[in-house]
């Protein structure tokens, strides 16, 4: 079953920046370490990044220094913050918890679009 909404995504310029958000069930972001995943066309899924219960984080290669990963536990909420955006960004976006679950557990993702 479906546990995540994600939104937040658009169309942005090379070198804008885009702020996307993830809302979980309370129980579900309590218990779990939580990541964001994203899925460009013609490619497979791959991990962003990662949010511990903790609140530290580790990044890909690719999105270090410029993705920032951030939660609110008042409002179940998971953060990602794009920044420096390239056209290589371009991407679905999702979230899960980490490691990722299930075929079913996966939202719809929120579209983010890098192009001049």
């Known amino acids: 079953q479906v546990q995540f909404a994600e939104s937040g995504g658009g169309l942005v310029q090379p070198g804008g920046s885009l702020r996307l958000s993830c809302a979980a069930s309370?129980?579900?972001?309590?218990?779990?370490?939580m990541a964001w995943y994203r899925q460009a066309l013609g490619k497979q899924r791959e991990w962003v990044g990662t949010i511990r219960r903790t609140r530290s984080t580790t990044y890909a290669d690719s999105v270090k220094d410029r993705f920032f990963i951030y939660k609110d536990s008042t409002k179940n909420t998971v953060y990602l913050q794009m920044n420096s955006l390239r056209p290589e960004d371009t991407a679905l976006y999702y979230c899960n918890t980490y490691p990722s679950g299930g075929s079913d557990t996966w939202g719809q993702g929120t579209q983010a679009t890098v192009s001049s």
């Open positions: 309370q129980s579900t972001f309590n218990l779990y370490d």
